[in-house]
């Protein structure tokens, strides 16, 4: 099974197919329960000290007990049926304990495309509310499945080199018994070296991957209208910073790279495993490097650039709306952002300082202060991007990139923008026909 296949709705009014889980289907109970019970309960252990002054082996989970093929194999076959996040979060699990981080990587892509794709069919459902829902996400963020594994992934093809062994190195944990003598030098070398070139590049790729599609599945999250939360990921995404970090800090050419991992890359099993059906990551299609946005008044520009494009080609395209309200928020106070997006909320807003003071700004004295620009100090216009910066747009791929560019910029340029959230928005817009449009923005209940 391939990501292309699980991103198709099985029925055209059952886009994810039936809650396997619901309606007791005895393969789904069989498989699920019975691989979650075989889930690692702890992933290491220290050794104990004996009374004979000797301790006790260190015990650490070890990769190889996964038969990473049956286990795949079984949940592809349940997600040919439905479309479920607990067999999604439980793939990428076994794909981290298997220490396969390409393989993880695209498990968690795949989780964020569907999160996009299928928001409110995507099992389990938010009928009954976010807690199953946010209770399997979370899973992404388990110490012991997730996290821990990680710390002890290969970052060589094999575990010779491991963010934990480097840590240990660096005196930054405790060492287990098979942790002695770790040379910091040694290590960083090994990961240098040419002979490890490929394997480090595939891992890399794969590491970034893992985190930009975490970042996604909390944004997909947070804009579900239906009921929004924030999945937390802390302990993973630091996890997989540090790694990053310490394979950069190894090899400085990688630093500033661009997510490369495509699906050959992820569907290649190394030598010594057997071939295996593994979800990949879509295949970019070769349209050129990423636009790179300098400054807000080339934001604004780029988005323009994708508003004469739907314009052209594809006016009765929602993503045109988001795109066009985006760019009217650019360079907007917050005050103004909430007033758009929150008409009747935002007349709440207030900026309380707790009983004890009593102090408070309500709604009119925040608007008053959005405006209040000290004399002398009005913004400066930004020079206009070089010739050539603001391209004709003319196939959809190109405006995607230029969509996600954008928001890209402004998730680290400007935190508090709501530029970020409508684009993202908007990019789940994108593949979707009239049908899902007219489901996703007229609710049933509304309907009738």
């Keep these: 099974m391939d990501l292309a296949s699980l991103s198709q709705p099985i029925a055209p009014d059952a ?18 329960f019975d691989a979650t019970g075989r889930l690692p309960a702890v992933y290491v252990q220290s050794g104990v000290a004996r009374p004979d002054g000797t301790r006790t082996p260190d015990m650490i989970f070890d990769s190889s007990d996964v038969d990473i ?42 989780i964020a495309n569907l999160l996009e794709r299928f928001p409110d069919h995507l099992h389990p459902t938010l009928e009954d509310g976010i807690g199953d829902r946010r209770e399997t996400i979370g899973d992404l963020n388990n110490p012991t499945t997730i996290v821990q594994p990680l710390q002890f992934a290969g970052l060589v093809g094999t575990t010779e080199v491991t963010l934990r062994k480097i840590m240990v190195a660096g005196g930054k944990g405790t060492p287990l018994g098979s942790e002695q003598d770790l040379q910091l030098g040694a290590l960083k070398a090994t990961l240098s070296d040419s002979g490890f070139r490929a394997k480090v590049d595939e891992n890399h790729a794969a590491l970034l991957m893992f985190r930009d599609a975490l970042t996604r599945i909390e944004q997909a999250c947070q ?32 630093r500033g790279s661009d997510l490369q991992m495509t699906g050959d890359a992820v569907a290649d099993p190394a030598p010594s495993e057997p071939a295996t059906p593994v979800l990949q990551a879509p295949p970019v299609a070769a349209t050129g490097p990423k636009p790179q946005i300098v400054h807000h008044t080339h934001a604004r520009q780029m988005l323009e650039a994708c508003e004469t494009y739907y314009r052209r080609f594809e006016p009765s395209s929602a993503a045109l709306l988001l795109v066009t309200q985006a760019r009217l928020l650019i360079g907007k106070p917050l005050i103004e952002a909430l007033e758009v997006l929150l008409p009747v909320e935002s007349k709440k807003a207030i ?30 216009r930004a020079p206009d991007p070089p010739t050539g910066l603001v391209p004709i ?43 899902s449009l007219i489901d996703e923005l007229i609710p049933q209940d509304a309907a009738k």
């Design 15 to 32: 886009p994810c197919g039936p809650d396997l889980n619901a309606a007791e289907d005895p393969a789904f109970d069989e498989y699920y």
């Design 69 to 110: 093929t049956a286990e795949t194999l079984a949940i592809d076959a349940l997600l040919a049926r439905s479309r479920d996040l607990r067999l999604m979060v439980l793939r990428a699990q076994w794909e981290v304990l298997a220490g396969r981080l390409p393989g993880a990587a695209a498990t968690v892509g795949a």
């Design 223 to 254: 804009i579900n209208a239906n009921g929004p939360f924030s999945p937390q990921f802390g302990q993973v995404k630091t996890t997989l910073d540090e790694m990053i970090s310490v394979v950069e800090d190894a090899r400085p050419d990688l």
């Design 351 to 380: 900026v309380d300082f707790g009983p004890k003071t009593g102090f408070a700004l309500n709604l009119d004295r925040l608007k008053a202060l959005s405006g209040d620009i000290p004399g002398g100090l009005a913004p400066e």
């Design 393 to 435: 747009l003319s196939t959809p791929q190109q405006a995607a990139d230029t969509v996600r560019a954008v928001e890209d910029y402004f998730r680290t340029s400007e935190r508090s923008s709501p530029v970020p959230v409508l684009l993202q928005r908007a990019r789940t817009y994108l593949d979707k026909d009239f049908q």
